[in-house]
């Protein structure tokens, strides 16, 4: 082999070699590289999903759920409690202390507790609250006539009407003693339980159509007298049955009657 050859084969010899060794050599990419220089993260484009996929969630967003994934449960917050207002309860004391004096423009007839002393003037205390409008509204309207009834009624409303009856019927009756003639009442007794103790009880003492035992005699007379002649509204059994007791007895019924109611006195009732 000539010199030249020799030569030529070393040279290229060389030559690949120092390529081999500046490929092993070569530095790696610095991960130290300048902030400059590196891309910024918002530049970043996330490609889109395709169908079925979810996209990753960015930094400090929640996904929302996809379908058939439960969610998250919601933290529970307490409404606010709504304010329930109670009425003030009513003070019972001055209402009846109202109610008494309301009274006070019957009592001066009727008696300070609803008692009357006036033979004439019947005693109202205890009777019921639905006989005592019964009797007021039968004042306003004609039925029974007193212009002295008529005048002290006519101011009052319907909540004083009813503060008034429920005055009296808490107020206890006392029946006042009077003169009985025993042998009527006796008889009046008898008449008692054929025409009238279906609405007046037993003794005269049932209070829903007006207290009859224990009742004044002259008002119990005079009242008993209005009925019979059609001069004081009555319900119609009131009536027939008067009208039987004038057609059977005639008039000595009406008398015998008011000694028996007369004669049951407090302890009978």
Not at 98 to 104: N, V
Not at 147 to 169: H, K, R, T
């Amino acid at each position: 082999m000539n010199k030249y050859k020799v030569f030529g084969l070393s040279v290229v010899l060389t030559t690949l070699l120092a390529v081999s060794v500046d490929a092993e050599e070569t530095p790696a990419v610095d991960a130290a590289t300048p902030a400059s220089d590196a891309v910024p993260a918002s530049a970043v484009e996330a490609a889109p999903t395709t169908a079925g996929e979810t996209a990753p969630a960015a930094a400090g967003e929640t996904t929302p759920a996809t379908a058939g994934e439960a969610m998250p449960a919601a933290t529970d917050e307490a409404a606010p409690a709504t304010v329930v207002e109670t009425a003030p309860a009513a003070n019972t004391g001055n209402a009846a202390a109202g109610a008494g004096e309301l009274a006070q423009r019957c009592t001066g007839c009727h008696g300070a507790d609803g008692n009357s002393d006036n033979g004439a003037i019947p005693s109202i205390a205890g009777i019921s609250p639905d006989y005592f409008k019964f009797a007021l509204e039968a004042y306003r309207n004609g039925g029974r006539r007193s212009a002295v009834m008529q005048g002290l009624i006519a101011g009052l409303s319907a909540p004083e009407v009813d503060a008034l009856a429920s005055y009296f019927a808490r107020q206890a009756f006392a029946a006042r003693s009077q003169n009985i003639d025993s042998a009527q009442a006796e008889q009046g007794g008898k008449l008692h339980q054929r025409y009238c103790v279906k609405c007046h009880g037993l003794a005269g003492d049932a209070d829903e159509y007006g207290l009859l035992a224990g009742q004044w005699s002259p008002y119990l007379r005079q009242v008993l007298q209005e009925y019979q002649a059609g001069a004081r509204a009555a319900i119609p059994m009131m009536h027939t049955k008067l009208q039987r007791l004038q057609a059977e007895v005639g008039e000595a019924g009406i008398e015998q009657l008011v000694q028996y109611y007369a004669s049951r006195t407090a302890a009978g009732r």
